[in-house]
């Protein structure tokens, strides 16, 4: 998928509540609204959308999501555009799996996504170490 970062970590025990804490927050610094759904064996799913310039460059439905999966010494992050879900705080992530947690983006959204994805890369191996 164009746009779609994915990033494996191994050997960095890191307490992944508290990560996913810290990409909230910086999301949340950043002007996103944010919204996580529950922990499980599968991981844990973000979703930040951005009103104003984000609507004008993709539809409204649209977020950021992120994903997070594994156990503190091996996890991948998995980056990409999705639908915003409603109510994301109650699905567990098994539903989420076959839902459109991912879609394909075309040209106008790609050169935002990459930016943000870049930028929200980076934060997270800054958070890991």
Known sequence: MIGEKVDLFQGKHTDLAELQHKIEEYLQSDGFSVQSSPSSDHGTV???KKGGFLRGIVDADRALSIVLSGDPDNFT??????????????????????????????????AWNVEIEDKLVHQIKSFVG
């Open 77 to 110: 992050v998995r980056i990409g555009i999705g639908k915003w879900l409603q109510h994301l705080g109650v699905a567990a992530l098994e539903t989420l799996l076959i839902s459109d947690l991912f879609l394909p983006i075309d040209i106008a959204e790609t």
């Open 46 to 48: 973000i979703q930040a």
